[in-house]
């Protein structure tokens, strides 16, 4: 049997910003938070939503300093805004930064106590305040996934926090938000879309509602991402990249991810590497790794792509997808570790923690083939040149 579980309301398409006071009408909510940050306080995007908000009698507050890979720090400073005042919900708008600073806020808010003490293994499934999502990117899906992902600052962690609570009560899915994205972001979190669709598909928890969604999430990415990234004004491909980050969203919501992102997560809070670029570096040698444990669901990935035919054997298509993963990083640029200008010395002397911190994280235990601490250690070693 699968639990499946999504936001109460979704608004999706062209324009569906514009929905977002009529929504908050529709559930009750009048005192919103907006969580966002620098960028779109300062572009006019967080101007334009809380005008949407007051045409419906709506009067929101902001918090505008979200921080990228949000820290403890930052997450505690929106709690405190939050109980300085009488707000009834949680905005989170922008990019996954602010989704996951808002999520954490709105739960720790009402509950009391430490991020630390909310990191998996825990499951907070207490519900804290109403959370409404409106992603600017496509690529996290965290407007649909009861996860968030905190970086605590001091212990050098980032740390995955999953429960119910963490779901939104509502997603504002609207394409034309990402219009004006460059190209580096663009193709960092169109990879990390894909990376949740192909791991929610091969992940040990899958389901035959996860899988339906994530089939139509790499059917969707896979064949706009490039022109998405080369042509960033092409509405059909970013259309399609935002539904597709939509549904990898709640597909691995409902199935989790895997070993990529227990990897990816120990990069991004000891190098400061944005989280889907640190997926997008692992993602070939990842799966090339993990093929073996699950043959018949990447192969069927590679078919639902594209890349291979109905016709070509199952190793036959594995090997066409690894090696299509691989053409599109050096397509879309993506620098390896070494390449990025991590140093190497330090690279080398964390590895043994990376290890450990990726496998705290329960996220390879989902994976086809279950790796150990070793030879965690030696993929990151693969990975870095």
């Known amino acids: 049997m699968a639990a499946i579980a999504l936001p109460r309301l979704i608004r999706i398409g062209a324009g569906a910003i514009?929905?977002?006071?009529?929504?908050?009408?529709?559930?009750?909510?009048?005192?919103?938070?907006?969580?966002?940050?620098?960028?779109?306080?300062?572009?006019?995007?967080?101007?334009?939503?809380?005008?949407?908000?007051?045409?419906?009698?709506?009067?929101?507050?902001?918090?505008?300093?979200?921080v990228p890979d949000p820290t403890v720090a930052s997450v505690n400073a929106v709690v405190d805004m939050i109980g300085k005042s009488g707000f009834d919900c949680v905005i989170g708008f922008g990019g996954g930064s602010p989704i996951d600073?808002?999520?954490?806020?709105?739960?720790?808010?009402?509950?009391?106590?430490?991020?630390?003490?909310?990191?998996?293994?825990?499951?907070?499934?207490?519900?804290?305040?109403?959370?409404?999502?409106?992603?600017?990117?496509?690529?996290?899906?965290?407007?649909?996934?009861?996860?968030?992902?905190?970086?605590?600052?001091?212990?050098?962690?980032?740390?995955l926090c999953a429960g119910l609570a963490y779901l939104p009560i509502a997603a504002v899915v609207?394409?034309?938000?990402?219009?004006?994205?460059?190209?580096?972001?663009?193709?960092?979190?169109?990879?990390?879309?894909?990376?949740?669709?192909?791991?929610?598909?091969?992940?040990?928890?899958?389901?035959?509602?996860?899988?339906?969604?994530?089939?139509?999430?790499?059917?969707?990415?896979?064949?706009?991402?490039?022109?998405?990234?080369?042509?960033?004004?092409?509405?059909?491909?970013?259309?399609?990249?935002?539904?597709?980050?939509?549904?990898?969203?709640?597909?691995f919501s409902n199935a989790s991810v895997a070993l990529v992102h227990g990897m990816s997560r120990p990069i991004g809070a000891h190098f400061h590497v944005a989280h889907g670029l640190s997926n997008a570096m692992l993602l070939p040698a990842i799966t090339r790794w993990s093929a073996a444990g699950a043959m018949a669901r990447y192969a069927t990935c590679a078919r639902v792509m594209g890349i291979a035919a109905d016709s070509d054997d199952e190793e036959t298509a594995v090997a066409m997808l690894t090696e299509a993963l691989a053409l599109l990083n050096r397509d879309l640029a993506v620098p390896t570790p070494q390449s990025y200008g991590i140093d190497a010395d330090r690279w080398t002397q964390l590895l043994p923690l990376m290890a450990e911190q990726a496998l705290a994280s329960g996220s390879p235990g989902?994976?086809?083939?279950?790796?150990?601490?070793?030879?965690?250690?030696?993929?990151?070693?693969?990975?870095?040149?």
């Open 101 to 159: 600073t808002a999520k954490a806020a709105a739960v720790l808010s009402q509950r009391g106590g430490s991020m630390q003490a909310l990191k998996t293994p825990h499951l907070e499934e207490r519900p804290g305040l109403p959370i409404i999502a409106i992603p600017t990117t496509a690529g996290t899906g965290s407007e649909g996934t009861r996860f968030t992902i905190i970086t605590d600052e001091v212990q050098g962690e980032k740390m």
């Open 366 to 385: 989902n994976n086809p083939r279950i790796p150990d601490a070793a030879t965690i250690e030696d993929l990151y070693r693969e990975v870095w040149a």
């Open 174 to 251: 609207d394409f034309e938000l990402t219009m004006s994205k460059p190209k580096r972001l663009t193709a960092d979190t169109g990879i990390d879309a894909l990376t949740h669709a192909i791991e929610a598909f091969v992940s040990r928890r899958a389901n035959p509602f996860s899988d339906g969604m994530a089939l139509l999430a790499m059917r969707n990415i896979w064949p706009h991402l490039r022109t998405a990234y080369e042509q960033p004004d092409d509405r059909r491909a970013r259309e399609a990249m935002m539904l597709g980050s939509h549904q990898a969203g709640i597909a």
């Open 18 to 66: 514009r929905e977002t006071g009529a929504l908050l009408v529709q559930l009750g909510l009048t005192r919103p938070l907006i969580v966002t940050d620098p960028y779109l306080a300062q572009s006019g995007g967080l101007e334009r939503l809380t005008g949407i908000l007051a045409a419906d009698g709506i009067q929101a507050r902001a918090f505008t300093e979200v």
